[in-house]
């Protein structure tokens, strides 16, 4: 079964970090670009950051350039995002999703849930 | 990156046709041909419906179409099932390995 799953989530004081991994299973996860996307419950999805299969090209949403880092490791099948500098308004659900080849997204996670709150 | 503008709300009764509009800008929607449409029901993750702006992934019902035009990219559902009532999300690349998604429009199946 192809599935993607997400861990790392917390609550986390204004100003903190947090890192979240991303393991993908069921396919080959080497020949897929990824991304984080974080949703606020009863909004739309927001574009956090987006890495190349080879990692050689990233993308970050306006707003957390600098604060965010995202990476992967091939060999273990993983996908990361560092965070850092954690506001408020970085509360959210945080999936990560496989790029389809159409640079669209065909296979989610479930999530893992970032507050940060004093 | 603004977020591409949908309507808050669309609704049609069972086996009719509702479109779902969502606008963006020659940076985005107008300038690639990688439009792509999510359906998301309540408390799940979203589902790939519609990605190159008309085509659908294996899996997905033809009553599921898409189009585009200038900046504006649209999604029609025909024949409304009652499973359909959901929220939808456009979603566009737009340059630079950056991604630009929708507000979300609330379908209800009357």
């Known amino acids: 079964e192809v599935q993607l799953v997400e861990s790392g989530g917390g609550v986390v004081r204004p100003g903190g970090s947090l890192r979240l991994s991303c393991v993908g299973s069921?396919?080959?996860?080497?020949?897929?670009?990824m991304i984080w996307v974080r949703q606020v419950p009863g909004k739309g999805p927001e574009f956090v950051s987006a890495i190349r299969w080879n990692g050689d090209n990233i993308g970050y949403e306006e707003s957390v350039k600098g604060r965010f880092t995202i990476s992967r490791d091939n060999a273990k099948n993983a996908l990361y995002l560092e965070m850092s500098t954690l506001r408020a308004e970085d509360t959210a659900l945080y999936y990560c999703?496989?790029?389809?080849?159409?640079?669209?997204?065909?296979?989610w996670g479930h999530g893992t849930m970032v507050s940060v709150s004093s | 990156q603004s977020a591409l503008t949908q309507p808050p709300s669309a609704s049609g009764s069972a086996g009719q046709s509702v479109t779902i509009s969502c606008t963006g800008t020659?940076?985005?929607?107008?300038?690639?041909?990688?439009v792509s449409w999510y359906q998301q029901h309540p408390a799940k993750a979203p589902r790939l419906l519609i990605y190159?702006?008309?085509q659908r992934p294996s899996g997905v019902p033809g009553r599921f179409f898409g189009s585009k035009s200038g900046n504006t990219a649209s999604l029609t559902v025909s024949g409304l099932q009652a499973d359909d009532e959901a929220d939808y999300y456009c979603s566009s690349y737009a340059g630079s390995d950056i991604w630009v998604f929708g507000g979300g429009t609330k379908l209800t199946v009357l």
């Open positions: 999703a496989r790029d389809a080849g159409g640079l669209a997204f065909d296979v």
């Open positions: 069921g396919f080959r996860f080497d020949e897929y670009g």
């Open positions: 020659g940076s985005d929607i107008g300038g690639y041909q990688y």
């Open positions: 190159e702006v008309s």
